[in-house]
């Protein structure tokens, strides 16, 4: 008899302690990741209760959400008020602890849901949580990810568990051939446009289907990393041998014997073959081109040759008023092609895409060509191993030789961390959030690819990649 499980059922399952009622649960959880600044706090505020961690071996921590990117920078140098005495408390704590912990120094050192999977601390099958929102990223190698507050973190530390509601299971297929010049971050941008930011509510949701299956895992983990911006908490694609080549041989995964014994344990993970899911959702790749956001939400997002909506064709007063107030504060108007729009700023960044193949992708468009006059072009890799990987392929000098800033690793300029360096601009980005002020005062982002936001960076306006001869 077929057991009809998903494979968050089979996760979720085996990490249950208790059953509390009302479809809560508490659960196990096998890693606890904590950044500079809501692992900071959480820190602070055990060390302030007088108890100790459950199990510090199962900790990891890093710096990277407010330390500066600045080339040549120091331990400690911030932009955020108070960030250096929270980033010195972090380091502090996480060495009495005897956490794992990747200072600025250390050559693994970079965004946490880069790292995560790149040393494989995050392994399919197992519970990994952290004080961000973007933690579903490490669902792309299997895993059960999520992101919490910070008194969660210290709750966390003091237990190694955590009370959940259980959600219920989505499936989103993604079903053909991508066409050339169609990436991840269009794909998971695509799907946010049609089903809403907040169709994923009470799910967790499992992406599937030939595309996905096809994709390699940095792929994955972009897809992943943005499940939080249509409102799902959990996103993830169950292991297979994609995954398992992924992390063989990677710092914290599994060696000899171990490695085999764990490979057969996650291939049992997988969704079984009739597992029923409460929602089901397909996208056609083969009608995905390349996305890039008009407005303030990224399910305000068009096509590269579509056009800017007009309020006036919204099916309800309240999706008149969204998209007029983003246009007021995007300062476009109805019917304005997307391709063409001028910039200020091309930013290739973020834990959703600035990995190895992210700046691969961007150095192919950039190869030859310089950045248009005036415009400011910024690259931050994703870990000090993504940067190193890059320099020594000569990326970093393509990236140079156009004309963009080569920085070190870290959040940097994804999120507004007192930096008014992008104040009041037009920037296009890799990065997953484009809400108002999110970059900076005033500033008006428009999320793409890193193709997409290279080509738009050569041509001084949201340009289309595959109009470029490569």
Not at 308 to 328: C, H, K, Q, W
Not at 357 to 373: E, F, I, T
Request: net charge negative.
């Amino acid at each position: 008899m077929s057991t009809r499980h998903t494979f968050f059922e089979k996760v979720w399952d085996e990490h249950v302690i208790a059953d509390l009622g009302d479809n809560t649960f508490l659960l196990q959880i096998d890693r606890l990741f904590l950044h500079d600044m809501s692992g900071s706090n959480a820190m602070r505020s055990l060390e302030a209760s007088g108890r100790t961690p459950a199990s510090s071996k199962q900790v990891y921590a890093v710096v990277d959400h407010l330390i500066t990117s600045r080339p040549g920078r120091g331990p400690d140098e911030t932009g955020a008020r108070g960030g250096a005495d929270m980033i010195q408390a972090h380091r502090r704590l996480s060495h009495e602890y005897g956490f794992t912990f990747l200072d600025t120094t250390d050559p693994r050192q970079g965004i946490v849901h880069v790292v995560s999977p790149e040393l494989a601390i995050a392994l399919p099958g197992l519970t990994l949580v952290c004080g961000d929102s973007h933690t579903c990223t490490v669902g792309g190698i299997g895993a059960l990810a999520w992101g919490i507050g910070s008194t969660e973190c210290e709750h966390v530390l003091a237990t190694q568990t955590l009370p959940q509601v259980k959600p219920r299971t989505m499936r989103v297929n993604f079903e053909g051939e991508l066409v050339p010049g169609v990436y991840p971050k269009d794909m998971i941008l695509h799907l946010i446009g049609t089903i809403g930011a907040n169709g994923g509510i009470g799910y967790a949701v499992e992406f599937a289907g030939s595309t996905v299956r096809q994709l390699p895992i940095e792929g994955r983990l972009t897809i992943c990393n943005m499940a939080i911006e249509f409102s799902a908490k959990y996103g993830f694609v169950p292991p297979d041998e994609v995954t398992f080549e992924y992390l063989k041989d990677r710092e914290f995964a599994p060696k000899g014997e171990a490695w085999d014994q764990a490979v057969a344990y996650w291939r049992t993970l997988a969704s079984d073959p009739d597992a029923v899911f409460d929602k089901e959702v397909t996208i056609d790749c083969a009608e995905i081109r390349p996305q890039v956001t008009w407005g303030t939400s990224p399910q305000q997002v068009a096509a590269i040759d579509g056009c800017v909506p007009d309020p006036s064709e919204a099916a309800d007063p309240g999706g008149r008023a969204l998209i007029e107030r983003a246009l007021t504060y995007i300062r476009l108007e109805p019917g304005t092609p997307i391709e063409g729009i001028p910039i200020d700023v091309a930013y290739i960044g973020s834990c959703t895409n600035a990995r190895l193949s992210d700046l691969r992708a961007a150095a192919m468009v950039l190869k030859g060509r310089k950045v248009a006059p005036g415009i400011q072009a910024i690259c931050v890799p994703g870990s000090t191993q993504v940067r190193a990987a890059a320099e020594a392929e000569g990326l970093d000098q393509i990236f140079r030789e156009a004309g963009f800033e080569w920085h070190e690793s870290g959040c940097a300029m994804c999120g507004h961390m007192g930096n008014d360096r992008l104040s009041d601009l037009r920037v296009i980005s890799t990065t997953n959030r484009n809400f108002e002020g999110r970059q900076g005062p005033l500033t008006r982002t428009h999320l793409a690819s890193p193709a997409t936001v290279a080509a738009s960076a050569v041509a001084g306006c949201i340009a289309d990649a595959r109009h470029l001869a490569l």
